[in-house]
Nanobody, 122 residues
Framework: QVQLVESGGGLVQPGGSLRLSCSASGSIFSIYTMGWYRQAPGKERELVAT???????DYADSVKGRFTISRDNARNTVYLQMNSLKPEDTAVYYCNARMRVYDSTWKTDPYWGQGTQVTVSS
């Protein structure tokens, strides 16, 4: 079974840092773009950052200069280093990856992790 498993969330004070990790497992042939999204209470899910298989990155304006996305292709893992955290960064963070997998048949689809809570509060 193909899955994405996130870790690294928690409670941090404003100005602090956290590092999220997301690892893909299962019958994976290729992983294309990987990314992080977040959803705050009462709000829609929004894009935080993405990284292509070649390493090109893109960020939401609200996190530019504070967050860094990276990936380790050998480990099928994507990271999100979050610095200078603000209360408005509080949300459930979801990992996303577009992958070519074998799941009863070969297919290329987006997959989501279960989410990890990040709370920024004093």
């Amino acid at each position: 079974q193909v899955q994405l498993v996130e870790s690294g969330g928690g409670l941090v004070q404003p100005g602090g840092s956290l590092r999220l990790s997301c690892s893909a497992s299962g019958s994976i042939f290729s992983i294309y773009t990987m990314g992080w999204y977040r959803q705050a209470p009462g709000k829609e899910r929004e894009l935080v950052a993405t990284v292509t298989s070649g390493g090109s990155t893109d960020y939401a304006d609200s996190v530019k200069g504070r967050f860094t996305i990276s990936r380790d292709n050998a480990r099928n893992t994507v990271y999100l280093q979050m610095n200078s955290l603000k209360p408005e960064d509080t949300a459930v963070y979801y990992c996303n990856a577009r992958m070519r997998v074998y799941d009863s048949t070969w297919k290329t689809d987006p997959y989501w992790g279960q989410g990890t809570q990040v709370t920024v509060s004093s």
